[in-house]
């Protein structure tokens, strides 16, 4: 029996989503919330064997979440569940430990082969994502080729921003900033706390804007 948590904060699409497999004699949904840090707790006391996460929620966003899930409970599947299908999204949930990803305007019966892809340990990617680039991390990708979106964050290091502030004005969260000067010092061959923004401050004029 698959045991399966379900994160969203539109009620409507949980609904949806009910509505979906209430038949399905495989899968049993253990709670449904609206926010990552309830979900956080969701995986605590329920243990489900798959996660259905949205990517942008209160509180806590889904790349978080994912990346808190897979630290405290790594057996539990991960099945992002968004809008979103730009590469940096894509990347960030993979970065997180993500174990597939589909879009919200995917097929029903390709939600459910998702469900069941993920719960037996196999990956399982929305046919509309171009996955072969975004694959390309956790020290994969060339070294020096950053993504859009930390080159965005590059420029506001450069601006003397803090992980806070960044996260902010991206509305991103603030762990998901922290992870992105992570994996951009590792790109960039930079060691030491100082040396990204060292560097950043280095190509301030050298941007492409």
Known sequence: MIRLAIAEDHQALIDG????????ED????????DGEALLNL????????????????KMDG????????KKFPHTKVLAFTMFDQDDAVRQMLDSGANGYILKNTALKEVLKAIRAVSEGKTF?????NISDAENI?????KGLLTKRQTEILKLIAQGKTSREISEELF????TVDTH????ARILGLKGKGELLRYAMEKKYKFNY
Not at 17 to 24: A, D, F, I, R, V
Request: charged letters at 20%.
């Open 27 to 34: 899968i049993s949904i253990v709670g449904t919330v609206n």
């Open 181 to 184: 000067r992570k994996n951009m």
């Open 17 to 24: 989503l009910e509505l979906l497999l209430k038949y399905e």
């Open 125 to 129: 990617y929305d046919s509309n994502i």
């Open 43 to 58: 995986v605590r006391l329920k243990e489900p064997n798959v996660v259905i996460t949205d990517i942008r929620m209160p």
């Open 63 to 70: 790349i978080q979440a994912t990346a808190q899930i897979k």
């Open 138 to 142: 956790g020290g994969k990708s060339a």
């Open 172 to 175: 991103i969260g603030t762990h």
